[in-house]
T-cell receptor
Framework: GQNIDQPTEMTATEGAIVQINCTYQ??????LFWYQQHAGEAPTFLSY????GLEEKGRFSSFLSRSKGYSYLLLKELQMKDSASYLC????????????FGSGTRLLVRP | DSGVTQTPKHLITATGQRVTLRCSPR?????VYWYQQSLDQGLQFLIQ???????AKGNILERFSAQQFPDLHSELNLSSLELGDSALYFC??????????????FGEGSRLTVL
């Protein structure tokens, strides 16, 4: 089976750094994705990790440890517009290769 | 703009009715995915098509069906609607299907309200 866990809500201050954690238990694994979703809008792709380590993309970085079933998304220099839900998703390693999403972490950035 | 087009954006209907949601993938994308997102819930995978063929099925109800047409657009049919079917229905597309497929690109969603 597959299970993805991430915190429900987080609060951070504008200009600060926040780390959103994600743990996954899957019968197979084929990559870990992070998406951003503003309320009522489409999810937009942020990052993808298939090997262990850190992937950096501007103010956003994502880390993966396959042996620990663990990933995090790091957001630096937080801006008010970063207030959104952040969705962690694992690609199934069965023949479906579908993305299995966690419930998302709602991030509130305060002034 | 992801390039994925979904219609209608909003739909209000009554219990017991049937609706059809339509999705046009990004130009060149062969895979189409349907996800359901209920209020404050995560994205639940419904079904996936690749180049006209069904590739994967999730927790899709028997009252729901989908297909992908030769021009690669897809339709999700929801019948005998219940109040609990009220949700955002997202379509997503990707270039291909397999372990090395990149990210999914999501449409803006179709918000279904069943009264």
């Amino acid at each position: 089976g597959q299970n993805i866990d991430q915190p429900t809500e987080m609060t951070a201050t504008e200009g600060a750094i926040v780390q959103i954690n994600c743990t996954y238990q899957t019968s197979g694994f084929n990559g870990l994705f992070w998406y951003q979703q503003h309320a009522g809008e489409a999810p937009t792709f942020l990052s993808y990790n298939v090997l262990d380590g850190l992937e950096e993309k501007g103010r956003f970085s994502s880390f993966l440890s396959r042996s620990k079933g663990y990933s995090y998304l790091l957001l630096k220099e937080l801006q008010m517009k970063d207030s959104a839900s952040y969705l962690c998703a694992a690609r199934a390693a069965d023949s479906s290769y579908k993305l299995i999403f966690g419930s998302g972490t709602r991030l509130l950035v305060r002034p | 703009d992801s390039g994925v087009t979904q219609t209608p954006k909003h739909l209000i209907t009554a219990t017991g009715q049937r609706v059809t949601l339509r999705c046009s993938p990004r130009s060149g994308d062969l895979s189409v995915y349907w996800y359901q997102q209920s209020l404050d819930q995560g994205l639940q995978f419904l079904i996936q098509y690749y180049n006209g063929e069904e590739r994967a099925k999730g927790n899709i109800l028997e009252r729901f069906s989908a297909q992908q047409f030769p021009d690669l657009h897809s339709e999700l049919n929801l019948s005998s609607l219940e109040l609990g079917d009220s949700a955002l229905y997202f379509c997503a597309s990707s270039v291909d299907w397999g372990p090395n497929t990149g990210e999914l690109f999501f449409g803006e969603g179709s918000r279904l309200t069943v009264l």
